[in-house]
C-alpha cells in the first residue's frame, strides 16, 4: 500500500509562481507524476516521469512548469511559473508501484486577482 500527501497548494495572482511537493510512502515506485482536474472537466497530466526517469509534459504545462523528482526520497515536485486563471484546478499527485496505481488527495491551486 502506497500513500500519497500533497503539499504546497494556494491562491497566487496570475504570473506568479507556486510549487507543490509530494511524498510517497511505500516502495517499489516506478512511475510519479501530477496531474489536474479543473471543475467539470476530466483529470489531464501535468508531468509525469517514466520508469526510465525520462519527465514528459502535458500541452498546458510545456515550458511553464516543471517536474522533479527524488527517487531516494519517493518525493516529486511540481513548479509552476506564469501561472495563469485557467491554471485553477486541483492537483493530484500520482505514482504507479508493482501493477497498481495510487492518488493523493488533492491539493487546490487557485490562480486569481
Known amino acids: 500500500q502506497v500513500q500519497l500527501v500533497e503539499s504546497g497548494g494556494g491562491l497566487v495572482q496570475p504570473g506568479g509562481s507556486l510549487r507543490l511537493s509530494c511524498a510517497a510512502s511505500?516502495?517499489?515506485?516506478?512511475?510519479m507524476g501530477w496531474f489536474r482536474q479543473a471543475p467539470g472537466r476530466q483529470r489531464d497530466l501535468v508531468g509525469i516521469?517514466?520508469?526510465?526517469?525520462?519527465?514528459t509534459y502535458g500541452d498546458s504545462a510545456k515550458g511553464r512548469f516543471t517536474i522533479s523528482r527524488d527517487n531516494a526520497k519517493n518525493t516529486i515536485d511540481l513548479q509552476m511559473s506564469n501561472l495563469k486563471p485557467e491554471d485553477t484546478a486541483v492537483y493530484y499527485c500520482?505514482?504507479?508501484?508493482?501493477?497498481?496505481?495510487?492518488w493523493g488527495r488533492g491539493t487546490q491551486v487557485t490562480v486569481s486577482s
Open positions: 500520482y505514482c504507479r508501484a508493482n501493477i497498481y496505481q495510487y
Open positions: 511505500g516502495s517499489e515506485i516506478s512511475t
Open positions: 516521469f517514466n520508469i526510465r526517469g525520462t519527465p
